[in-house]
């Protein structure tokens, strides 16, 4: 256990520095956008990339995602029942609030957790595959056909081909092709990948404490269709993994720290990228990134703490 929470330790203290610097003015709050940038389409999919490259698939695509999976399908149903059936909200405002409450921070943070604490930063890789390729279009398909969206719609070859426009699928997948087809490349080529693989968790998570710094700068609000999205998120949500994986999958160990503490994580920034374009639950979008992130960090210790 002193391993597991050791890691996580060493995670909290650069978010810690990112947020230091960023109250000191050392950075800016717009340095948070180059920093998470750089970590986004650069150093995490180099890291994804090496780390599923050389990866053993049968411990990628395991017991670990089904958990998951099943965890965020449970608190989707739960939110659409509650907002959608009881209070009445428009599909637009369903599904933002639907992945405000299940759209896990798979890449900035998932990524550095997977790999510090978990010890294998490609278990965060079909989560990542799972949100960019089904969740998202998916949404987008229903945002593009409500009336209430920007009005304006999407192709089917822009929906079709706009996930593997991601940096993180299409290092993910190009990982993938490298390990099945059981290529090792040279050295040569992987050198340069490994070093710039390496700024991806201190990058990820100064920016990630750079955020925190200008969050209170935000205005959010504690609606109830926010309070209901944070707690499916930040709560319900590892709570339902760790019942699927303990009492249902009988796991243990690291099988069962892995699925409950990559579900703890909290929302993505992309969802409330997704509420700007289509105008639609922006306030609720940036509440629950904003709120859930502020929790995770202690509910993750938790977890690791109590499991490892």
């Known amino acids: 256990m002193s391993a597991v929470v050791g890691a996580f330790g060493a995670l909290v203290a650069v978010a810690v520095l990112g947020y230091v610097v960023g109250l000191l003015g050392v950075l800016r709050s717009q340095d948070e956008l180059v920093l998470s940038r750089l970590a986004f389409f650069v150093a995490t999919p180099a890291l994804l990339f090496t780390t599923v490259a050389r990866a053993d698939l049968r ?3 395991s017991v670990v995602l089904v958990t998951n999976l099943l965890s965020l399908f449970v608190v989707q149903v739960v939110f659409l029942v509650v907002a959608a059936a009881i209070w009445r909200r428009t599909r637009s405002e369903a599904t933002i ?5 299940s759209y896990v921070n798979a890449g900035n943070l998932g990524v550095p957790v997977a790999a510090y604490v978990l010890g294998n930063g490609a278990l965060v890789a079909p989560i990542v595959l ?7 279009p998916i949404a987008f398909a229903v945002l593009d056909g409500d009336r209430q969206g920007t009005g304006r719609r999407v192709s089917v070859r ?3 081909t706009r996930p593997f426009r991601n940096p993180l699928t299409v290092a993910s997948l190009l990982g993938l092709l490298v390990s099945l087809s059981g290529l090792r490349l040279p050295e040569l080529v ?14 990820a998570l100064v920016a990630y404490g750079l955020s925190l710094s200008a969050g209170t700068k935000d205005s959010i609000t504690v609606r109830r269709d926010v309070v209901l999205a944070v707690v499916l998120k930040t709560f319900v949500q590892p709570l339902a993994a760790y019942t699927i994986a303990r009492w249902v999958l009988d796991l243990h160990g690291t099988a069962l720290l892995a699925p409950t503490l990559l579900a703890a994580l909290p929302t993505a920034q992309n969802v409330y990228v997704y509420a700007v374009h289509y105008r639609s639950s922006r306030t609720l979008a ?10 995770s960090i202690p509910v993750m210790i938790l977890i690791a703490g109590l499991l490892a």
């Open 286 to 295: 940036r509440s629950a990134v904003l709120l859930s992130t502020l929790l």
């Open 190 to 203: 992987m050198r340069p990948i490994d070093l710039v693989a390496a700024a991806a968790v201190p990058v």
């Open 97 to 101: 609030g639907v992945l405000a409450s």
């Open 158 to 160: 822009t929906m079709v």
């Open 130 to 136: 799972f949100q960019v390729v089904v969740m998202a």
């Open 59 to 61: 411990a990628i695509f």
